[in-house]
């Protein structure tokens, strides 16, 4: 290792002060972050604000800027995104340690769901409710991209999403702000492992704050406009919890909320963030955000805009070249006090302190260490337990699941069969020298699990858009040869993402014309549905004898499939967002009020809350996933039904799996606050179990209510739990409740 400038001066600093590593780590970060600020130029002070994209791959609307070597040579650039593999890494930190200070890069990425290992996309591991899982996938692309260069990631996405209209709703963890925290927490825990510094872990990033997913229309990028109330109670929690959980970095977000671009909004950065909850982080801008703001028509030009977003508390500014640009003159015009700029900065070099970049700038370029974390069976491992683990069985007529491993002949059909890189979705990282070719496709895994003597025909029928019905003929004498026909349908993998997002979310083309075909031969038909997304598919809902949601899974996706169709893995998801039945019944969302004329089925529109034309229920419902096996609830039991807000109630009941199969199920608490000075979801979901069960076991669960459940935002916007009383509901998914009790608080 070479002996920097600054790690000479830390070690001389820790020779005269033996005391600095006695105290607390965070006291003397802070020490070494104000003596090395001390030393910085403003024009240096402003680079550490700079992100840059390289010019690997670009995840935006890149500029093409042939000064940026130089730029950082001369300490003018603090972070770069999309700039990964060891080689790559090293050769640009080797030059910004040609700078004046030596102050190492941060390399930046969208390590969404993986990195050479693929997971299955966000959404889809969040069908698990499975915390380990969902943390040990975070982990497993932590250990990859740490060990190919990469000090941070872009994730999670905490963004509760409720229109599946839009495009990134395949990256967050869905609808509900309680199993959204949770997911979060789980997340950034498993992408920063117990302490940021550790070689094996990458700095977490939550974003996009805030409320991105509520995007007007499900259309990306669009406005916002929201009440503080759905705010506060929906949209934040997961951002708190992230925060909680340790959190590193916050990423703000393209939209306005209420006529306020988040990239300039005091309120949220600020006071909420940096304020109230007392963020010691840095906040990145999105890509190119503070300059947008100039369409936004909130600020006139780039000078206002870096003033906007500087003001705000946006600390780094990811491409937009606003900061680089207008900073130092917004400083001269006393626009900007230094005392602003140095508040960014030490926020960022902080985070290099901890991330020991300053003792060693080179501590996550190692090519053996890439090598072989690129190469770990282990991670493979785990990407096929998770992915089992993310498929929803949907529908299961007459137990046509898990099929028999003794078929003789099985029809695999269908656009998605042999497909390779679709299997990863969207937001797969373009990792150097690796192509698709490790990936196994869903006939790869079909023929890893069958023996010999089960023949297994293909066709592909037709293809995922268009007309074409050429095919169906070759599909269907496939199918008559055989004892099962299973067809894999969906959508492309970059139907869903970042910009994609969709007015018409049925299955696209003829995929459902050819189901009807294959249903025709009168063959059983398992329908796997791959999607970026809550597609609309009632044909196939209403007449596919069984069907699997496996989303992208990533990776081990063909292993995976084939796990849960031959029932070496029993499925045990559950849908974290409510699947409509129309896209003109978006947003549906099953916390929704009651409203003073509730609708309670289809069959009376009079003077209700309903439509005339189509059902006022979702097609599947939040919390919604079957088994192969079977779950009975019973025995509920409160030990009182009136607590003090500084009690606690405890509830117990039990579950006995009274199928043929061992299996998880996935047990939900609702509540609902029957009368309140606002009015209160028809449930909240309150708190989840998952358990494993052999067949015909029982066990006992208990959940604890506190005042904290029983909570909410009142009209001023304070945390309250008001006395009276509360129903409580406990069930196998939001519509399918099971037990049902009630209990009050007490004033
Ligand atoms: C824009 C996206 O909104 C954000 O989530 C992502 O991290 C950046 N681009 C960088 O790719």
């Known amino acids: 290792m070479k002996i920097t400038f600054l790690s000479a001066f830390w070690l001389l600093l820790l020779f005269v002060n033996p005391f600095i590593s006695a105290q607390p780590q965070q006291k003397s970060f802070e020490r070494r972050v104000d003596s090395v600020l001390r030393l910085m130029t403003l024009d240096e002070k402003i680079g550490q604000m700079n992100q840059y994209n390289d010019d690997w791959t670009a995840t935006g609307p890149a500029t093409v800027d042939n000064e940026k070597a130089n730029q950082v040579r001369n300490g003018q650039v603090g972070s770069l995104l999309n700039c990964v593999g060891v080689e790559r890494t090293r050769r640009w930190q080797s030059v910004a340690m040609q700078s004046r200070l030596k ?4 390399f930046g990425q969208d390590v969404i769901h993986g990195y050479k290992t693929t997971f ?6 969040a069908c698990s409710w499975d915390m380990e899982a969902i943390k040990q996938s975070a982990q497993t692309g932590a250990a990859e991209a740490s060990a190919s260069g990469i000090h941070w990631t872009f994730a999670p996405m905490v963004d509760i999403a409720r229109d599946p209209r839009w495009g990134r ?15 979060a ?30 995007a007007i229309g499900g259309r990306d990028y669009n406005s916002v406009d929201m009440s503080d109330r759905m705010l506060w109670e929906v949209y934040l929690p997961p951002f708190k919890a992230a925060l909680d959980a340790g959190a590193a970095t916050f990423m703000n977000s393209f939209n306005d909320i209420n006529g306020v671009p988040s990239t300039g909004n005091k309120v949220l950065q600020r006071d909420i963030l940096k304020g109230k909850w007392g963020f010691g982080g840095f906040v990145v801008s ?28 946006s600390d780094m500014d990811m491409e937009s070249r606003c900061y680089k640009n207008n900073l130092a003159q917004l400083v001269k015009d006393n626009k900007v006090p230094l005392a602003l700029i140095d508040g960014a900065v030490r926020r960022i070099l902080q985070k290099k302190f901890e991330l020991g970049l300053f003792d060693d700038p080179f501590r ?31 529908k299961n007529e007459n137990n046509l699941l898990p099929l028999p491993k003794n078929l003789k002949t099985i029809a695999f059909i269908g656009p998605l069969v042999k497909a390779l890189k679709q299997n990863k979705g969207f937001w797969d990282v373009e990792v150097p020298g690796v192509d698709s070719g490790f990936i196994v496709s869903q006939w790869e895994g079909l023929k890893n699990k069958l023996g010999a003597a089960t023949r297994l025909l293909y066709a592909k029928g037709c293809e995922i858009e268009g007309d074409n019905r050429d095919g169906f003929a070759e599909a269907v004498a496939v199918a008559q040869q055989a004892d099962v026909v299973i067809l894999s349908i969906g959508e492309r993998r970059d139907m869903s993402g970042e910009a994609k997002s969709r007015s018409n979310i049925c299955i696209p083309g003829v ?9 025709a031969t009168g063959k059983p038909v398992v329908v796997l549905i791959n999607a970026g997304r809550p597609l609309v598919f009632n044909f196939t809902a209403d007449h596919a004898p069984a069907i699997l949601y496996t989303w992208w899974l990533g990776s081990e996706a063909g292993n995976a499939i084939a796990d849960v169709l031959f029932g070496d893995y029993n499925p045990s998801a559950k849908l974290p967002i409510t699947f409509p039945r129309s896209v003109g019944q978006i947003p549906i969302y099953y916390s929704h009020f009651n409203t003073g004329r509730p609708a309670t089925s289809d069959n009376n529109h009079k003077y209700n809350s309903s439509y005339l034309d189509v059902s006022i229920f979702p097609k599947y419902e939040f919390g ?83 005042k904290e459940k029983l909570s909410f935002y009142n009209q001023d916007l304070k945390w309250v739990a008001e006395a009276g009383d509360f129903e409580l509901m406990i069930g196998a998914s939001s519509e399918d409740i099971r037990l049902r009790g009630e209990f009050e608080l007490l004033q």
């Not at 102050?103 to 941060?106: A, G, K």
């Not at 299955?120 to 591991?125: D, Q, R, S």
């Not at 995929?511 to 249903?519: G, V």
């Open 103 to 106: 102050i190492p890069l941060l």
């Open 286 to 313: 999105d890509w190119g955000s503070v300059g947008e703001m100039i369409n936004h028509g909130n600020v006139k030009n780039e000078y206002e805009a870096a003033l906007s977003a500087v003001t705000a508390g």
């Open 185 to 214: 927490t789980a997340r950034v825990k498993g992408f920063q492992g117990e302490q940021l510094g550790g070689i094996n872990s990458v700095m977490a990033c939550a974003k996009h704050f805030a409320a991105y997913g509520a």
């Open 511 to 519: 995929q459902e014309d050819l189901l009807k075909e294959l249903l």
């Open 364 to 394: 996550f370029c190692n090519a053996h260490r890439e090598q072989a974390s690129l190469n770990n069976p282990e991670h493979t491992k785990t990407a096929r337990q998770v992915a089992a683990k993310s498929i929803v069985l949907l």
């Open 624 to 706: 919604y996933g079957l088994s192969y096996t079977t779950f009975a609830y019973s025995n509920l039991q409160l030990n009182t039904t009136k607590m003090k807000a500084d009690e606690k109630i405890e509830v117990s009941l039990t579950i006995t799996n009274t199928g043929k199969y061992e299996g998880e199920e996935i047990v939900q608490l609702y509540l609902r606050d029957k009368v309140g000075s606002i009015s209160r979801p028809v449930k909240e979901l309150k708190d989840f179990r998952k358990i494993q069960l052999q067949a015909g076991e029982s066990k006992i669960i208990k959940f604890v209510i506190d």
């Open 169 to 183: 709703v395949m990256e967050g963890a869905g609808e509900d702000p309680y199993l959204g925290s949770a997911i």
């Open 120 to 125: 299955p996309i966000p959404l889809a591991e």
